[in-house]
């Protein structure tokens, strides 16, 4: 669960593959974009958890536990603790909080890339080959990332205001606010309060996150596969069929920083009680928040949902 509440919205599949940038028919996009929704829907519990304990909400107590060590440690609830909790103060619909505009986020990501793929197709660019010498595959590599970099980030910038919405929504949990309370009258306040801009705080980190982990991924990837895997191996074409996911969750708690930042500037000083202090200080930029939360050692804050040390030392608590 660490790794999937680090990875980021971008595909693990290779660049040209997987379900968000499939161009196809329109029947296809269609089902690309039903799946996609189910997915958002089946995970949004996960995420809102998530964020509540990204902007620093810990409702609960910490009870003692013992690590693989067996010494006795202060552990943070976690994510069951903090679902059932959520679902004591709100129900169970409130679990779904912020779902809507989720969705929409995620459906207009998926017709963007569609869109961008049709605009600039595939099958124009050569793939890797197993037979391509190392400089004409690295080159091929190159250019497909870059076709995919291009098709995330159009897609981030078109769905991050519908993502700023969804962000605000949830954290309300935290002050019991109705700011936000539909996605009609979030888009009208954030207009009169913030204008344009207001819809695209936190975008850049999360452009960096993204293109910094295809490149990653994809590079690390390609050189593993050419220089690590040995064709005479009969499993070579297994293992390197799952290069790219290993690689993925890997370079995605590398990258985690820039999604945490991302999301703390979509609620930061809002007006909303979670984007203030004392969670946050109002951030002049998300490198002010970077180098804050650097400071407190809190860059990875919310990247693990199940065995959560307290950040206070266990010493400070009677644990006998």
């Known amino acids: 669960m660490a790794a999937m509440a680090a990875l980021p919205p971008g595909p693990l599949s290779p660049p040209g593959g997987g379900a968000g940038d499939a161009a196809g028919p329109e029947g296809a996009e269609g089902l690309f974009v039903l799946l996609g929704a189910g997915l958002a829907a089946a995970s949004h519990p996960l995420l809102y958890v998530k964020l509540l304990v990204q902007v620093g909400h810990e409702p609960l107590p910490p009870t003692i536990g013992r690590n693989v060590l067996g010494r006795k440690v202060l552990y943070l ?7 059932r909790h959520i679902v004591e103060v709100d129900g169970k ?6 779902l809507t505009p989720r969705l929409i986020s995620s459906t207009l990501s998926t017709i963007t ?11 124009d660019m050569e793939h890797v080959s197993n037979k391509d010498d190392v400089k004409t595959s690295l080159r091929k590599v190159v250019k497909e990332t870059s076709h995919e970099m291009m098709m995330q980030c159009v897609s981030r910038a078109v769905s991050h205001p519908l993502h700023v919405i969804s962000m605000r929504c949830m954290v309300q949990f935290v002050g019991r606010e109705v700011k936000y309370s539909g996605v009609f009258s979030a888009i009208g306040r954030i207009f009169k309060e ?6 695209f705080v936190g975008l850049v980190p999360h452009i960096l996150g993204d293109v910094i982990f295809l490149w990653c991924c994809n590079l690390l990837a390609h050189f593993i ?23 993925g969750i890997a370079v995605s708690m590398l ?3 820039f999604l945490l930042v991302g999301d703390l500037m979509a609620v930061n000083n809002c007006g909303l009680r979670a984007g203030l202090p004392p969670y946050a200080p109002a951030f002049a930029s998300w490198i002010h928040c970077w180098r804050y939360l650097s400071a407190q050692g809190q860059l990875f804050r919310g990247s693990s949902l199940l065995f959560r040390r307290a950040p206070i030392p266990a010493a400070s608590f009677p644990i006998d």
Do not use: C, H, W
């Open 113 to 123: 890339r569609g869109s961008v793929k049709k605009a600039f197709p595939l099958e």
């Open 93 to 98: 619909r409130g679990l779904f909080r912020g």
């Open 225 to 247: 596969n050419t220089y690590a895997v040995d064709d005479n191996f009969s499993q070579a074409s297994v293992i390197r069929s799952y290069t790219k996911f290993v690689m």
């Open 255 to 257: 990258t985690y920083p």
């Open 194 to 199: 913030e204008g344009i801009l207001g819809f």
């Open 77 to 83: 609830p976690g994510f069951f603790t903090y679902a």
